[in-house]
């Protein structure tokens, strides 16, 4: 009953307000505390400012569409590595001027007047710039425009695979991954096709399958990397977490950059009481909304003493991300809502939301606990219903449908 | 497809979540007195860095001498791309000082000046800043007048303010009221709650003729409104913190309560209290409500509002409801048949929301 407040609320508050003013008013709180710092004129002109993570090539100069598709997945990686959300708009700046052809109006974007034939490659970076921030209707259109032209394109055929199973559907996605197997090398094309059975009722024929490729390749790269990640988030389903666990770190080590397997491996060891062991690999990770989040959920198992102080920092850069109106990463902030804030209400609506964008076992298992600590059971029959469909086999998930009344 | 192609993409795939931070923010903070006005422009270094260039011996850090360096550079940037007007006449920019900045954990450069502006006429800025670089970029703009402060937040796609300002008092409140009065409709158990109650009010006596105990009447819908007015503001303002799953249970087990309660004879004389005590508890679940508004500004406007859209939402749901109770109650089966058999099919419903809502 009280869960559709919410949207009604922005609903009706929408209807006699201009837009944005909800963080505007939210703002001016803020922007209060921000009025506390004084700018200043430093004393030393040798006195270093800010160090530069990592230089971004200045775009000024580039002309040609293939150089500023370089620059924009240069962009993108370094986006990944450092997980400054800068680099995805300086990408989406630079592939504007690659491709003349999209538009991007009121934060919708459009790929309608470009032609495959002359842009595929610019068309793809897009469509990963677009699967970044969770556009994945847009995403899987753009690549489809792609494919149609160039059906042996793998990398725009991987890239629509792994938008489909984030979006929930395995059988589109295991049609693409059995494509690759004349375009892509094995590893990839078998890790793919694994991921896409796992969510179709063979979970078990999954693992085996992949665990036997990867036996073949002994050495790392990013290839191997990736696909333990899918291993290790197959085994966690299946209930093997010491092994999942092993299968992560070993990923870690194929892959030492990777922030994202830094992340899952902790999102495994908070769900398995391994906190101490999340909170240091988190102190090697960049201030992030999602790394705070995390080191404030792994301080809270652990009573640590910062754990007050880092809820309330993961409470402004919420809020600074409001005051701006990005859009936010619903899963995570339900988690924070749910697991920080202790507002159930608020995190049921939220994972509800991201529901209708992505649908990953997590997304499923997020759902669920939220429908369940905010008393509203039935909000999580959309999560029930997918599991049904596809067989979606998950530890937890089946603990969870066995516990429902 | 190139192997370093799909290499790259694969580090993309393993998290397609945006796991990152908030992306780059700029700050345009003008000041309005009877001088002029003062303007303050606030770019992050790594921004500057990648607009106009800083770092001149590459050494992947900015330093005060570099900054100072470019500072032509940088105010000929912003002057560029910023435009204020008032009254559709363009005001010129004159940048007189740099400085640095702490802000939001990053440093930032601050272009401090002063603009000539005409007194009078509508405010309009326009910025350019940043946005053909970072189409993910936000500029917030501060306009101070007085006492009064207006923030907008431009964005690539929205890159013009035109003065406008937060709602004005009275359409934050018909705002939150309207939200209050949904509220209210759209919960049957709040609605079941308050009609069950009201049931017994409407008898008839024993020369037949209506006996509507108005004083009843209003003393319960008054007791149901004290109550949940006080638990939803101390709810909203953080006071008293409850599990929304046991409020959810509370009120789907108050229904229950309030309408076995209409079977016991005494029913008439106990409708208020049990609308009190039970107007505590459904007070807890109008504050989900309003948790999201629990940090705005005009939280005690946000909080007025809302409570009176509910109160107005009973009034119209009672009025609605009244002619049909009214024309029933003179027939003879109303105490002994019509009273009962409600109850008991609202009790019916309410111990159906206590099963669904245990988890």
Not at chain 1, 89 to 102: D, H, I, S, V
Not at chain 1, 350 to 373: G, H, P, T
Request: proline share 3%; net charge negative; hydrophobic share 50%.
């Amino acid at each position: 009953m009280t869960t559709c407040c919410r949207p009604r609320l922005e609903r009706s508050v929408r209807g006699v307000r201009t837009a944005a003013t909800l963080p505007v008013l939210f703002a001016v709180l803020f922007v209060a505390v921000d009025a506390n710092a004084e700018p200043y004129r430093p004393e030393r002109t040798d006195q270093v400012l800010v160090r530069l993570p990592s230089s971004s090539v200045r775009s000024a100069s580039l002309q040609s569409p293939d150089a500023l598709v370089d620059a924009a997945m240069a962009e993108m990686a370094l986006g990944r590595r450092t997980l400054d959300e800068r680099h995805f708009g300086r990408a989406e700046a630079l592939l504007l001027r690659a491709l003349p052809c999209a538009s991007r109006a009121d934060d919708r974007r459009r790929v309608d007047g470009c032609r495959a034939d002359v842009h595929a490659r610019g068309l793809v970076a897009y469509a990963d710039m677009l699967q970044h921030g969770h556009d994945f209707e847009a995403a899987d259109q753009t690549l489809t425009l792609v494919l149609n032209h160039e059906e042996a394109n793998a990398q725009a055929r991987l890239m629509r695979a792994s938008i489909r199973l984030a979006s929930g559907e395995p059988r589109a996605a295991l049609s693409d991954c059995t494509k690759l197997i004349a375009t892509a090398d094995t590893l990839v094309a078998t890790a793919c096709i694994a991921q896409s059975i796992s969510l179709s009722g063979r979970l078990n024929d999954a693992v085996e399958l992949l665990t036997k490729e990867i036996e073949k390749h002994q050495s790392g790269d990013e290839r191997l990397a990736w696909a333990l990640a899918i291993l290790a988030e197959m085994l966690e389903r299946q209930g093997q977490y010491q092994a999942a666990l092993a299968t992560v770190e070993r990923a870690i080590r194929a892959d030492l950059d990777n922030v994202a397997l830094r992340l899952q491996a902790i999102d495994l060891l908070l769900r398995q009481q391994g906190a101490q062991r999340a909170m240091d690999l988190l102190a090697t990770l960049p201030d992030a909304e999602s790394v705070i989040l995390r080191r404030a959920l792994a301080a809270q198992a652990l009573k640590a003493p910062q754990a007050a102080e880092l809820h309330r920092q993961w409470q402004r850069v919420v809020a600074e991300q409001e005051r701006l109106g990005i859009p936010a990463h619903e899963r995570d902030r339900a988690l924070g809502e749910l697991l920080l804030m202790n507002r159930p209400a608020q995190a049921l609506v939220l994972a509800s939301a991201n529901w209708q964008k992505s649908r990953e076992v997590e997304d499923a298992r997020m759902l669920i606990r939220a429908a369940r600590a905010a008393g509203q059971v039935r909000a999580a029959t959309p999560a029930f219903d997918w599991i049904r469909a596809f067989g979606v086999e998950d530890a937890w998930l089946a603990a969870a449908e066995a516990d429902k009344p | 497809m190139t192997a370093r192609a799909i290499l790259t993409l694969l580090i993309a795939l393993i998290s397609p979540a945006a796991l990152a931070h908030s992306g780059s923010a700029s700050y345009v903070r003008v000041l309005d007195s009877s001088d002029g006005f003062s303007i303050a422009v606030s770019l992050d270094l790594r921004d500057v860095e990648y607009a106009v260039g800083v770092d001149l011996n590459r050494d992947q850090q900015i330093t005060w001498g570099e900054l100072l360096a470019q500072q032509a550079a940088l105010e000929s940037y912003v002057g560029a791309r910023l435009q204020l007007s008032r009254g559709g006449v363009s005001c010129s920019i004159e940048f007189k000082q740099l400085k640095v900045d702490q802000l939001n954990g990053a440093t930032y450069a601050v272009t401090e000046g002063s603009s000539a502006c005409p007194a009078h006429g509508a405010l309009e800025l326009r910025s350019n800043m940043m946005f053909d670089l970072d189409a993910g970029h936000r500029s917030v703009v501060e306009w101070t007048h007085g006492d009064q402060v207006m923030l907008a937040v431009l964005t690539e796609s929205r890159r013009e303010w035109h003065g406008e300002t937060e709602l004005g008092f009275a359409a934050q409140l018909l705002a939150f009221a309207l939200e209050g009065m949904l509220h209210i409709w759209s919960g049957l158990d709040h609605l079941a709650f308050l009609l069950i109650l009201l049931l017994p009010a409407f008898i008839v006596n024993a020369r037949g003729a209506r006996n509507i105990a108005w004083r009843n009447l209003l003393g319960i819908i008054t007791a149901f409104t004290v109550a949940h007015s006080l638990t939803l503001a101390l709810a909203v303002t953080g006071v008293v913190s409850v599990s929304a799953m046991a409020v959810e249970i509370g009120i789907a087990a108050s229904v229950v309560i309030a309408a076995l309660t209409n079977l016991l004879p005494q029913a008439r004389s106990i409708g208020m209290p049990t609308a009190f005590a039970f107007g505590l508890l459904h007070g807890f679940g109008f504050a989900s409500a309003l948790d999201n508004l629990g940090t705005a500004s005009s939280f005690a406007t946000a909080l007025a509002g809302f409570n009176l859209g509910v109160e107005m939402g009973q009034l119209a749901v009672v009025a609605a409801v009244f002619p049909l109770v009214y024309w029933i109650c003179a027939r003879p089966c109303y105490a002994a048949r019509v009273v009962p058999a409600v109850s008991l099919l609202v009790a019916t419903l309410g111990a159906f929301w206590v099963w669904e809502r245990v988890p």
